[in-house]
């Protein structure tokens, strides 16, 4: 609630310090005595763009402070912190604006200089006003909907949705994320694999071109190789002129000597060795010899392959390591963006998942509304009835989204009619600001428990009614602020009775000067009872007098 407002050369007023009671605040005086004036000071510390004419003639400034009791500063605290601003000490909000004529106007929250822009974002946390003015909250369809939902015991479902909401929004983040990613184009993605097929086709390996490279030098030699070799078998051979003939006969005279001479033996057996040496060395050259004897096709293909071979080495780095790099660069590439895609029909799967889900908790949260719907616009347009509409009526109408959004497939309108057969009009089009004000007020009276807003402002809630309807009004704005600070400016003595504190606004003037003063009049004591008196007619009567004692006395 609002506990303290200090207003200085506001208009016609020179200085007050109000301390409001919890309630309803009865806002009295004559047409034209300045009762705006506190609805101005709470219009400046809201946020709204302010002319600098309402600073008080003759005066450099203006200035409005308040201090408000927050029950529950939570919301409010988070608010701040988001904005780099204090928070409020044991639940108290501060705020103040200053006006100056020829200065820059200064804003402070908590006092911390702040921006209009963030004073008037902080305005949702704390009022909400009602009258010839557009409405803050009421009026915008979203917080119909927060309110419909309020009202129907939807929190919990709405929260479910909106928690499977957001899932559903990181996971369609992300399938956007991975597919602008840079993705192959067929062209690339054939080249590249056909590169990569061509070094595996090799068997690009250290061994295998190691024994490719060998067996290709032997194949382009074979016939240089296998002359020489035979050449080699002919000179070891057993034949005239051969190493084997002429160690025959080498050996024939080394046995004459050992079986004359022992010290000749170990000669002999030396020269036996070498004649069989010579013998497996002939053998040995001769198979080298049918080795070389490859089949032409093996050749073909060895000779085939380390072309194919030499054309990688020399396309993709000139040596075996470089190769096998570049192969692991183009599996990588490939393997990247098959990757990518399985990650993506997954997702994508995910994703189509969760979107059916959601689907049945918005069709879910839609039935809870339509439900609600019709409950809440009987109760309103019953409600109605009290506040002066014979015939009036108020639908809740749930409109269908396309899409889903992030309050569901559905949100809703509050639409009224105060005539039968009159076609029903959005609340924000409603000719006549007292059918809006009545209107408002029977919402919130039905939606005053749900509502978390503590302070409310109406301004010419009983405009074109009295009598009844008006006893009606005032109890039900007294319903009201039972859970909520009222700031009424009225003229009807029915509505100002019930206040819990009642303000009179004056007006006076002399020949060169007017000003306003503003005062509380004290329970119900003699200046409340002349009050309500010249609000029913003439304050000198007996018979308002009377009436004025009755209304105090009959108050809710």
Same mark, same amino acid.
């Given at each position: 609630m609002l506990q303290h407002?200090?207003?200085?050369?506001?208009?016609?007023?020179?200085?007050?310090?109000?301390? @409001?009671?919890?309630?309803?605040?009865?806002?009295?005086?004559?047409?034209?005595?300045?009762?705006?004036?506190?609805?101005?000071?709470?219009?400046?510390?809201?946020?709204?763009?302010?002319?600098?004419?309402?600073?008080?003639?003759?005066?450099?400034?203006?200035?409005v402070e308040a201090g408000i009791w927050l029950d529950d500063a939570l919301a409010v605290d988070s608010f701040l912190e988001g904005l780099g601003l204090p928070a409020c000490e044991d639940g108290q909000l501060l705020l103040s604006r200053t006006l100056s004529r020829k200065k820059m106007a200064k804003i402070h929250i908590n006092g911390a200089l702040t921006t209009l822009q963030n004073l008037k974002a902080l305005c949702e946390y704390w009022i909400d006003f009602h009258g010839p003015s557009e409405p803050r909250k009421l009026f915008r369809e979203r917080y119909q909907l927060e309110m419909l939902d309020e009202d129907g015991g939807l929190g919990g479902r709405l929260l479910e949705y909106q928690v499977a909401y957001g899932e559903w929004k990181e996971a369609l983040a992300r399938i956007r994320e991975l597919a602008s990613q840079e993705a192959l184009s067929p062209d690339q993605e054939a080249f590249y694999r056909?590169?990569?097929?061509?070094?595996?086709?090799?068997?690009?390996?250290?061994?295998?071109?190691?024994?490719?490279?060998?067996?290709?030098?032997?194949?382009?030699?074979?016939?240089?190789?296998?002359?020489?070799?035979? #050449?080699?078998?002919?000179?070891?051979?057993?034949?005239?002129?051969?190493?084997?003939?002429?160690?025959?006969?080498?050996?024939?005279? =080394?046995?004459?000597?050992?079986?004359?001479?022992?010290?000749?033996? @170990?000669?002999?057996?030396?020269?036996?060795?070498? =004649?069989?040496?010579? #013998?497996?060395?002939?053998?040995?050259?001769?198979?080298?010899?049918?080795?070389?004897?490859?089949? @032409?096709?093996?050749?073909? #293909?060895?000779?085939?392959?380390?072309?194919?071979?030499?054309?990688?080495?020399?396309?993709?780095?000139?040596?075996?390591?470089?190769?096998?790099?570049?192969?692991?660069?183009?599996?990588?590439?490939?393997?990247?963006?098959?990757?990518?895609?399985?990650?993506?029909?997954?997702?994508?799967?995910?994703?189509?998942a969760m979107e059916k889900e959601l689907g049945n908790l918005a069709r879910v949260l839609t039935k809870g509304r339509l439900e609600a719907a019709l409950d809440l616009s009987g109760l309103v347009s019953a409600k109605l009835k009290n506040l002066g509409f014979k015939k009036a009526s108020l639908e809740i109408r749930v409109v269908p989204e396309q899409g889903l959004k992030e309050y569901g497939d559905s949100s809703c309108q509050f639409l009224f009619s105060a005539n039968p057969g009159s076609e029903k009009l959005p609340l924000n089009r409603i000719a006549s600001s007292g059918e809006t004000a009545r209107v408002l007020l029977a919402l919130k009276t039905i939606l005053a428990k749900i509502d978390s807003t503590p302070v409310l402002v109406f301004d010419e809630v009983d405009a074109n009614i009295g009598g009844e309807v008006g006893m009606a009004v005032g109890a039900e704005l007294a319903s009201i602020s039972q859970n909520h600070q009222i700031f009424c400016v009225t003229h009807l003595p029915q509505v100002a009775a019930q206040g819990n504190q009642h303000i009179l606004v004056q007006k006076h003037q002399t020949e060169d000067s007017t000003w306003v003063e503003i005062a509380p009049l004290p329970g119900k004591g003699k200046g409340r009872v002349d009050e309500l008196a010249r609000m029913l007619g003439d304050r000198n009567s007996k018979t308002a007098q009377k009436h004025a004692k009755e209304l105090l006395a009959a108050k809710h």
């Open positions: 407002l200090h207003i200085r050369n506001l208009a016609l007023l020179e200085e007050v310090s109000l301390e @409001p009671e919890a309630g309803l605040v009865a806002i009295t005086g004559e047409t034209g005595a300045g009762k705006s004036v506190i609805l101005g000071a709470l219009d400046m510390l809201s946020g709204s763009r302010v002319d600098k004419t309402v600073i008080r003639q003759g005066q450099e400034t203006c200035s056909s590169q990569l097929e061509e070094i595996d086709a090799l068997d690009a390996s250290e061994d295998s071109i190691g024994k490719l490279e060998t067996d290709y030098s032997r194949f382009s030699r074979v016939k240089e190789l296998s002359q020489n070799a035979q #050449q080699v078998v002919g000179r070891l051979s057993s034949g005239q002129g051969g190493v084997q003939s002429g160690l025959s006969d080498c050996l024939r005279y =080394a046995r004459a000597l050992g079986a004359v001479d022992t010290e000749a033996v @170990p000669l002999l057996e030396r020269m036996e060795g070498l =004649a069989i040496d010579a #013998q497996d060395l002939a053998a040995e050259f001769q198979s080298y010899c049918y080795g070389l004897d490859v089949e @032409p096709g093996l050749i073909t #293909q060895t000779e085939d392959r380390m072309t194919r071979w030499q054309s990688v080495k020399r396309r993709f780095g000139g040596t075996l390591e470089s190769v096998l790099a570049y192969r692991e660069e183009l599996s990588g590439k490939l393997n990247s963006r098959e990757d990518v895609e399985a990650m993506l029909r997954e997702l994508e799967q995910q994703a189509s």
